[in-house]
């Protein structure tokens, strides 16, 4: 026994009993849809779809930026592949500094010499 959901008007899964809640923080901005069905036991007595219930994704873009990729050093400059609708990036430095840049690239000269762990996340 769970649940069939409906995502505007797509089958996006079966629940079980025990599901409360669907994570829909990856939806593009908007209005969407869904529906809800209660699933007997092997799918038999299954109940009717639920009316239509609507709801809005508003400034939900940073949860769908790409990861930036092709990280690179040359002469003391961090870059990377620029990420579509990114207005800037969070640039960490072995998982503790961190620092942001409106480009795809940093300065990092000021670091000592050594080995360093770099993470980039694009925002919107």
Do not use: C
């Not at 069939?4 to 809640?21: A, H, P, V």
């Not at 503790?96 to 480009?103: L, M």
Request: no cysteine.
């Amino acid at each position: 026994m769970g649940y069939q959901i409906k995502l505007d008007g797509r089958e996006i899964g079966y629940f079980s009993n025990t599901t409360l809640s669907y994570n829909a923080d990856k939806l593009l901005n908007g209005t969407h849809k869904f529906t809800i069905q209660a699933v007997g036991i092997k799918n038999i007595i299954n109940s009717d779809w639920t009316n239509d219930y609507y709801f809005d994704v508003r400034n939900n873009i940073e949860n769908i930026l790409d990861t930036p990729t092709n990280l690179n050093v040359v002469d003391e400059i961090l870059s990377w592949d620029h990420v579509p609708n990114a207005t800037s990036y969070l640039i960490k430095i072995d998982g503790y500094n961190t620092i942001s840049s409106d480009t795809n690239s940093v300065n990092i000269g000021y670091l000592k010499a050594g080995t360093y762990d770099f993470y980039v996340k694009a925002i919107a």
